[in-house]
């Protein structure tokens, strides 16, 4: 007889990591606006398909999973939309600028958005939160054995970005 | 000059493995080598430190930025989350830890009985050799052996499919006639996914179709379905997980149907509400 079970309520444990989550959504989408629309869907569908998380591991990176996903089918809807052929901005391999002219953006934000696609949410996966290559791969969707050499662009592309406006200052 | 090896990463690679701890023994004490002998090599070393802390500070300001209340709001007034069905193929374990007396009185009886069935046998030399059925196991349900069947071609990259997407007219002939079922190919480019093409199965025992797509990450999701006389009509879409399988059944006018694949997958809903519409 299938047992009847209450999914648990991860609308609290969500709140507090909404930072984290719109910090990752921001590194997929490489805007602020699109990021928080693509955060909301993240966080309705989680509330809901709760009872799927395994209880392994950290629940962040699970819906750090689930934004990844959300972002592909979103980006592939507006492609289908726009009629466009234009590449989606999560495909491995490429290293085409993100479009940003917000004129109000910090100076992180563009230092963040600057990196070619691709690259800032390896970075953060990785350099900040901390996750294994293994990890980053599997939330992310990508082969293992291109973690590392995208990392290292990242960590290129920020030094080379830190070291210009160092020049510019001077 | 210089050979460039071919086969290994790049030094910008290579050496952000190392910083990560990412490296193997040897590759670490080769880098170890290199960086104490190559001035070109720690360079590129000393520019992976500094974009890493450079990088870092980048995105710890972004987590100080204020969430708009709107998101915090939006959560909170979500509906709360459903209690489902969840029937897991992992049966409870047992465990079995007889104490010595209990072991001796169990090998007592297992060797009494023995003897007793060997001394009834042994008894009537002309009977004849008696052969057990080959039944199919019977514990396990069509969920249990499509969820299996979709375990194993997740990992298959070739020879996914007997049919290819190109022959969905025999396709379509082949599987209405083996697993007696009419059906329409559904078209899921719409949820992303494409064909790849069919195979026919057998799952509890039955003849059962499974179209097989792709999505954009490359994951395997199948359309499952199958002739059954007995079920009534469900339309409630309760996903069953058998652990990192997802199975979304379904049933009607006769036949069942079922969505598959990863269980991490959040749109395994969306697709099944597409095919029952299309199917």
């Known amino acids: ?170 | 000059m210089t050979v460039k090896d071919h086969r290994k990463p790049p030094i910008e690679a290579r050496l952000a493995a190392y910083i990560d701890g990412e490296a193997s023994h040897e590759e670490k004490q080769a880098l170890d080598e290199l960086l104490a002998g190559d001035a070109d090599t720690h360079k590129v070393y000393d520019n992976l430190r500094r974009g890493s802390e450079m990088g870092r500070k980048a995105f710890d300001e972004l987590l100080k930025e204020p969430v708009p209340l709107a998101l915090v709001r939006s959560i909170k007034s979500a509906p709360e989350p459903k209690a489902r069905d969840v029937r897991r193929l992992a049966r409870p374990a047992v465990k079995l830890a007889p104490s010595g007396k209990q072991a001796l009185a169990a090998a007592l009886i297992l060797f009494v009985i023995g003897g007793g069935i060997g001394y009834f046998f042994g008894s009537q030399p002309g009977a004849a050799r008696i052969t057990l059925p080959l039944t199919p196991n019977q514990g396990r349900t069509w969920p249990d052996d499509i969820a299996a069947a979709q375990r194993i071609y997740l990992r298959q990259t070739s020879h996914v499919v007997e049919l290819g997407p190109n022959q969905t007219d025999e396709i379509v002939a082949w599987l209405t006639s083996a697993v007696g079922v009419k059906f329409s190919l559904p078209d899921l480019s719409g949820a992303g996914l494409s064909f790849q093409g069919a195979r026919l199965l057998v799952a509890a025992g039955k003849p059962t179709g499974q179209l097989v797509y792709r999505n954009i990450d490359g994951e395997i999701i199948s359309v499952c379905f199958f002739k059954e006389s007995m079920a009534n009509d469900t339309n409630d879409f309760n996903e069953i997980i058998k652990d990192d399988i997802g199975v979304i059944p379904w049933h009607r006018g006769g036949t069942g149907y079922a969505v598959v694949g990863a269980s991490s997958d959040a749109l395994l809903d969306d697709i099944a509400n597409r095919v029952s519409v299309a199917i």
């Open chain 1, 1 to 170: 007889m299938p047992a009847s079970l209450a999914a648990p309520d991860i609308r609290r444990d969500l709140v507090g990591l909404l930072p984290k989550l719109r910090r990752f959504a921001v590194t997929l989408t490489g805007d602020v606006a699109e990021a928080d629309e693509l955060l909301q869907k993240v966080c309705q569908r989680s509330v809901v398909k709760i009872h799927l998380w395994n209880n392994e591991g950290r629940l962040e990176s699970w819906l750090y999973a689930m934004t990844r996903q959300l972002w592909v089918e979103e980006s592939r809807r507006h492609r289908l939309r726009a009629g466009s052929s234009r590449p989606t901005a999560v495909q491995p391999g490429q290293a085409t600028l993100h479009q940003l002219h917000a004129p109000e953006k910090s100076d992180s934000h563009q230092a963040v958005s600057a990196l070619p696609e691709g690259l800032a949410s390896i970075f953060l996966l990785v350099d900040v939160e901390g996750h294994s290559y293994k990890q980053t791969a599997d939330i992310l969707g990508i082969p293992q054995s291109v973690v590392a050499s995208r990392l290292a662009s990242a960590r290129l592309a920020f030094a080379a970005g830190g070291l210009s406006r160092h020049s510019q200052r001077s």
